[in-house]
């Protein structure tokens, strides 16, 4: 079946480091993908999506391609500040809608 | 953007009581909802899927005799957990799925059975 892994947390960084969050995913077809954002005690935010080979999908400085020939999703931020501390969750849907969600990378940036 | 409102944010019910969940699509209609469950520090469990007028359909190992769903309009979704237990506490969130392939998310629902 369709699914999505994520590389394993927790991500502990420095502000202005460079953030990376692998998102590889199996499927039949060309699925949409996307990448949510959840603080705590909170629901899901969408943080950025595409929906077909080669789109850069982008939102406060995060960015992700969409590649078809990796199957992959990678999340990406050139300088991380503490408020970018949250668990992020890589996604994918089909015409169903239904949501598949990766497992979460939860992501620490300290001062 | 889209909001959806849901209710309560958090609820504790004794234990062989009923609880149930509100989640309404502010500013647009939602044919679709989707109910997940989400265990601590783990990735959303997609529960069942609500659509207006008609059954919401249950992923499998879902009791569907005990989380009844309601979608009755096209702005208004219900998960009513039935017979609570401690084990069915859990973050709870709905989703509602716009025209334009965008999912608006609930702020969840913390539920604790004591």
């Known amino acids: 079946g369709d699914s999505v892994t994520q590389m394993e947390g927790p991500v502990t960084l420095s502000e202005e480091a460079f953030l990376t969050i692998n998102c590889t995913y199996t499927a039949t077809g060309y699925p949409s993908l996307f990448w949510y954002v959840q603080y705590p005690g909170e629901g899901l935010q969408l943080l950025l999506k595409a929906t077909k080979a080669d789109d850069k999908g982008s939102n406060k400085g995060f960015e992700a391609t969409y590649r078809k020939e990796t199957t992959s999703f990678h999340l990406e931020k050139g300088s991380v500040q503490v408020s970018d501390s949250a668990v992020y969750f890589c996604a994918l849907s089909f015409y169903d809608y239904k949501l598949s969600f990766g497992a979460g990378t939860t992501v620490t940036v300290r001062a | 953007g889209a909001v959806v409102s849901q209710h309560p944010s958090r609820v504790i019910c004794k234990s062989g009581t009923s609880v149930k969940i509100e989640c309404r699509s502010l500013?647009?209609?939602?044919?679709?909802m989707f109910w997940y469950r989400q265990f601590p520090k783990q990735s959303l469990m997609l529960m069942a899927t609500s659509n207006e007028g008609s059954k919401a359909t249950y992923e499998q190992g879902v009791e569907k005799d005990k989380f009844l769903i309601n979608h009755a309009s096209l702005t208004l979704s219900t998960l009513t957990v039935t017979s609570a237990h401690p084990e069915d506490s859990s973050f709870y969130i709905c989703?509602?799925?716009?025209?334009?392939?965008?999912?608006?998310f609930g702020s969840g629902t913390r539920l604790t059975v004591v």
């Open positions: 500013d647009f209609q939602a044919t679709t």
């Open positions: 989703s509602a799925r716009e025209d334009s392939d965008g999912y608006t």
